[in-house]
T-cell receptor
Framework: GAVVSQHPSWVICKSGTSVKIECRSL??????MFWYRQFPKQSLMLMAT?????????EQGVEKDKFLINHASLTLSTLTVTSAHPEDSSFYIC????????????FGPGTRLTVL | QKEVEQDPGPLSVPEGAIVSLNCTYS??????FMWYRQYSRKGPELLMY????GNKEDGRFTAQVDKSSKYISLFIRDSQPSDSATYLC???????????FGTGTKLQVIP
């Protein structure tokens, strides 16, 4: 099946620093990728839709200046959490939809961010 | 009202039991339905995908969709301790559109 990778798998940073998370589609091209955030014991909440070669679309309530998304190629999207604060500590997961007549999404393994 | 409703559980069953997981939804525009399994601290893993009303079977898993009632189910036969995880239902409108998730049901299969 389709494989999506994320890097890093976990990161600990100091408050006020920026953290970049990478999402790669390993065996298929993804013109669109989705970024989700998941707090403990809660479901996935869509943050933004990343579109290759154009600006990302953010969900209501998500600060676009804080969560910078860059989708520079057909296999890579990055999420940068700028000036991170403890309340940004969460599990960040990306996904990419596949083609071939199957409207579904494959998820990366997730990145656990802890902001001290 | 949430677009997708799912009982968070937890649901505890003995090994070998048949497990029934369910979701209801309110948006009649949803066209395709998925079930994901998520182990602790891991990303969701696609289990089942269905596009129409009816049943779809894959090994010990059966996905059921009733569009008229806006109700979907996942059945797990001969449940195993390794099935212990959180199960998320998800549904979408189509194409490269965003997917809406249920809150997930935590399942524990006791040996």
């Amino acid at each position: 099946g389709a494989v999506v990778s994320q890097h890093p798998s976990w990161v600990i940073c100091k408050s006020g620093t920026s953290v970049k998370i990478e999402c790669r589609s390993l065996d298929f091209q993804a013109t669109t990728m989705f970024w989700y955030r998941q707090f403990p014991k809660q479901s996935l909440m869509l943050m933004a839709t990343s579109n290759e070669g154009s600006k990302a679309t953010y969900e209501q309530g998500v600060e676009k200046d804080k969560f910078l998304i860059n989708h520079a190629s057909l296999t890579l999207s990055t999420l940068t959490v700028t000036s991170a604060h403890p309340e940004d500590s969460s599990f960040y997961i990306c996904s990419a939809p596949t083609s071939g007549g199957k409207d579904t999404q494959y998820f990366g393994p997730g990145t656990r961010l802890t902001v001290l | 009202q949430k677009e997708v409703e799912q009982d968070p559980g937890p649901l505890s069953v003995p090994e070998g039991a048949i497990v029934s997981l369910n979701c209801t939804y309110s948006n009649s525009a949803f066209q395709y339905f998925m079930w994901y399994r998520q182990y602790s601290r891991k990303g969701p893993e696609l289990l089942m995908y269905t596009y129409s009303s009816g049943n779809k079977e894959d090994g010990r898993f059966t996905a059921q969709v009733d569009k008229s009632s806006k109700y979907i189910s996942l059945f797990i036969r001969d449940s195993q301790p390794s099935d212990s995880a959180t199960y998320l239902c998800a549904m979408g409108i189509g194409g490269y559109q965003k997917v809406t998730f249920g809150t997930g049901t935590k399942l524990q299969v006791i040996p």
